[in-house]
């Protein structure tokens, strides 16, 4: 049901969307901002009011997403409880502002969902990244969305971050010779830096324990 929801809204899948960031990025030719929205607390919606209400809230965001975006602006799922929003030409305050926005309708709004129409609270938090001022890649404008949605989930939910500038920090670590052997491998095989390796499983291992 959601999937055919999806199509008539037009929401994209993963893998529809990523390849649109990878043109853009790889044309170059504008400014754009992606926002990763996260429903907070999805799991205790779910169990509290059972998933029927769950799907529900899924549709109503997706239905305030496409309202309130304009035609030249794209959305996505990356998974259940999280949406992907790609602004064109629109530089990261701007995308700031329009996040901020539904963020704020939300809060301020309850919704009647599901067989007993029983008001229900909707709260998202989410992260925003530009290209190319917060990156130069996809992999990069991703991490610098989630980490802003981190700290927006750190510092209380229900808020919107803007991806900061993040200095990297030198951490001094043991490996065994073939751990180290087997990275300078992969690293020629990919054509991609150690450093670039580490940080991207260090990604994938945050990805991982906090689903």
Known sequence: ????????????????FNEVIEEKIKSASETFTL???????FETVNSYYGETVGDKVIQKIA????????????????NKDE????????????GFIMVEEIRRYFHE??????????????????????????????????RAAGSALFRAKREG????????SENMLLKSNYYTKTQLE????????TDKTEAFLLREALDDLFDKYSK
């Open 35 to 41: 926002a990763i929205i996260d429903i907070d607390d």
């Open 63 to 78: 239905s305030v997403l496409k309202q309130n975006l304009r035609t030249n602006d794209l959305v996505g799922r990356y």
């Open 83 to 94: 949406f992907h929003v790609l602004f064109s030409s629109t530089n990261a305050e701007t």
């Open 182 to 189: 087997r990275l300078g491998e992969l690293s020629k095989k």
């Open 157 to 164: 939910k229900n808020r919107v971050c803007l991806a900061e």
């Open 109 to 142: 709004n309850t919704f009647q969902l599901g067989d007993k129409k029983r008001d229900i609270l909707i709260k998202i938090s989410a992260g925003v990244g530009n290209f190319p001022r917060d990156a130069k890649n996809a992999v990069e404008l991703y």
């Open 1 to 16: 049901m959601l999937e055919l929801i999806e199509k008539i809204q037009g929401i994209m899948s993963k893998e529809e």
